[in-house]
């Protein structure tokens, strides 16, 4: 696609529930990035994948948090059993890869809210 | 210790003058990128301009500049002739590049609002 498309846009939810939030990154792009944004915040790194490359989970704050990526295409960040702090914008990101600058492409992110 | 560093909490700049938006980075990799990237109150993100360690020159992309101080690790945004339009959050951010060559991960600063006044 022509940009990063994340779904659903906005998502309220009940504590305790599971969520899944997608992201579409552009064609061709073989890094995706998550990111979360509490409101006025900065943006706190959850995880990379880079290719075929082990992903980088190091930012996933904890065990409820997880993301799968399918090759090169679509990710899929799953949040278990929410709490109300994980309300917040969660905001994919991706580019292409390999040398050069790799500028980031961010989706309209994907507005969580926990009740 | 934070990658990136952004400690302004709040800047205020008149109409058509020009604003330095500041940011240190702490790395000991010798190659890197720093990004600086808007986001409006809309929430998206926007791109604004890149500058490679490597580069011997600093970045500008239109009404911006990037002063970057390689020695003192600091890369900071210079916008010229602020436009109302300009009143958004500004993030710095740098990746640091792996001995392989690969990218690692891009780590934001936390941020500094501008606001522009008429």
């Given at each position: 696609?022509?940009?990063?498309?994340?779904?659903?846009?906005?998502?309220?939810?009940?504590?305790?529930?599971?969520?899944?939030?997608?992201?579409?990154?552009?064609?061709?792009?073989?890094?995706?990035?998550?990111?979360?944004?509490?409101?006025?915040?900065?943006?706190?790194?959850?995880?990379?994948?880079?290719?075929?490359?082990?992903?980088?989970?190091?930012?996933?704050?904890?065990?409820?948090?997880?993301?799968?990526?399918?090759?090169?295409?679509?990710?899929?960040?799953?949040?278990?059993?929410?709490?109300?702090?994980?309300?917040?914008?969660?905001?994919?990101?991706?580019?292409?890869?390999?040398?050069?600058?790799?500028?980031?492409?961010?989706?309209?992110?994907?507005?969580?809210?926990?009740? | 210790?934070?990658?990136?560093?952004?400690?302004?909490?709040?800047?205020?700049v008149q109409e058509k003058e020009a604003v330095t938006l500041d940011c240190t980075y702490d790395t000991s990799d010798p190659s890197y990128g720093l990004f600086w990237y808007k986001q409006p109150s809309s929430g998206e993100m926007i791109f604004l301009?890149?500058?490679?360690?490597?580069?011997?020159?600093?970045?500008?992309?239109?009404?911006?500049?990037?002063?970057?101080?390689?020695?003192?690790?600091?890369?900071?945004?210079?916008?010229?002739?602020?436009?109302?339009?300009?009143?958004?959050?500004?993030?710095?951010?740098?990746?640091?590049?792996?001995?392989?060559?690969?990218?690692?991960?891009?780590?934001?600063?936390?941020?500094?609002?501008?606001?522009?006044?008429?």
């Amino acid at each position: 696609g022509a940009g990063v498309s994340q779904s659903p846009s906005n998502k309220v939810t009940e504590k305790g529930k599971d969520v899944e939030l997608r992201c579409d990154p552009i064609s061709g792009h073989t890094a995706l990035y998550w990111y979360r944004q509490r409101l006025g915040q900065g943006l706190e790194f959850l995880i990379y994948f880079q290719g075929n490359s082990a992903p980088d989970k190091s930012g996933l704050p904890s065990d409820r948090f997880s993301a799968e990526r399918t090759g090169e295409s679509v990710s899929t960040l799953t949040i278990q059993r929410t709490q109300q702090e994980d309300s917040a914008v969660y905001l994919c990101a991706s580019h292409e890869g390999g040398a050069g600058a790799n500028v980031l492409t961010f989706g309209a992110g994907s507005r969580l809210t926990v009740l | 210790a934070q990658k990136i560093t952004q400690t302004q909490p709040g800047m205020f700049v008149q109409e058509k003058e020009a604003v330095t938006l500041d940011c240190t980075y702490d790395t000991s990799d010798p190659s890197y990128g720093l990004f600086w990237y808007k986001q409006p109150s809309s929430g998206e993100m926007i791109f604004l301009i890149y500058q490679g360690s490597y580069d011997q020159q600093n970045a500008t992309e239109g009404r911006y500049s990037l002063n970057f101080q390689k020695a003192r690790k600091s890369a900071n945004l210079v916008i010229s002739a602020s436009q109302l339009g300009d009143s958004a959050m500004y993030f710095c951010a740098m990746r640091e590049d792996t001995s392989t060559g690969a990218n690692s991960k891009l780590t934001f600063g936390k941020g500094i609002t501008l606001s522009v006044r008429p």
